[in-house]
Nanobody, 119 residues
Framework: DVQLVESGGGSAQVGGSLKLACTASVRTKCMGWFRQAPGKQREGVALQLVGGTTYIIDSVKGRFSLSNDNDRNTMYLQMNSLKPEDTAMYYC?????????????????RGRGTQVTVS
């Protein structure tokens, strides 16, 4: 089984920054982030493949970026120029097979989530 633990959420002002971290017990083929705001559907935000290729949704492109620390099996989501519409619960997710950005919310493994609030 794959365990994922997120950290780094919190509150930020509009235009501010937050950095989320996700530590995995096992490195899988792909890891990503999805978010869910109250009353809205889950939305895949970012995806990283084991080879390093990354995908970011258009609404956050240029503001969010992925990085990782392979020695610690940790992936980071750097969020800059935050907007109120970025407010959501952010979840880390991982999978071995279905490695596409639109499926991140349906990955086999996910963490408990970390809240991001922008105001």
């Amino acid at each position: 089984d794959v365990q994922l633990v997120e950290s780094g959420g919190g509150s930020a002002q509009v235009g501010g920054s937050l950095k989320l971290a996700c530590t995995a017990s096992v490195r899988t083929k792909c890891m990503g982030w999805f978010r869910q705001a109250p009353g809205k559907q889950r939305e895949g935000v970012a995806l990283q493949l084991v080879g390093g290729t990354t995908y970011i949704i258009d609404s956050v492109k240029g503001r969010f970026s992925l990085s990782n620390d392979n020695d610690r099996n940790t992936m980071y989501l750097q969020m800059n120029s935050l907007k109120p519409e970025d407010t959501a619960m952010y979840y880390c997710a991982a999978d071995w097979w279905t490695c596409r950005l639109q499926y991140v919310a349906d990955f086999a493994y996910r963490g408990r989530g970390t809240q991001v609030t922008v105001s």
